[in-house]
């Protein structure tokens, strides 16, 4: 069993940046894809970014190209997102996931291991 604790998560204002953290025990992190996503209030889980097990293939969703960046530390067992120039849609609760396959995959179903959720608000 693969464990997922994220955090950082916080109350900013638009325009601010923010770093979440993912840290994971339980089994060898390396052998695990990470993605990152994120569910509004009433909405469906979302796909923000992804990286492979290496950290040499990353993937984004079109609304956090250029502003996102995910990036993995395999000797920390923890995966990043850095936010910068935030708005007030990426409000939202952030959750980290595993995904067995070296994909870059997109959907939730293809995660097998989720964390409990850091919240991101962003006011304007």
């Known amino acids: 069993q693969l464990q997922l604790v994220e955090s950082g998560g916080g109350l900013v204002q638009a325009g601010d940046s923010l770093t979440l953290s993912c840290t994971a025990s339980?089994?060898?992190?390396?052998?695990?894809?990470m993605g990152w996503f994120r569910q509004g209030p009433g909405k469906e889980r979302m796909f923000v970014a992804v990286?492979?097990?290496?950290?040499?293939?990353?993937y984004y969703a079109d609304s956090v190209q250029g502003r996102f960046t995910i990036s993995r530390d395999n000797a920390k067992n923890t995966v990043y997102l850095r936010m910068n120039s935030l708005k007030s849609e990426d409000t939202a609760v952030y959750y980290c996931?595993?995904?067995?396959?070296?994909?870059?995959?997109?959907?939730?179903?293809?995660?097998?291991?989720w964390g409990q959720g850091t919240q991101v608000t962003v006011s304007s």
């Open positions: 990286i492979s097990r290496s950290g040499r293939l990353t």
């Open positions: 996931g595993a995904n067995t396959d070296d994909t870059l995959a997109r959907t939730p179903t293809s995660y097998s291991y």
């Open positions: 339980g089994r060898t992190f390396s052998t695990y894809a």
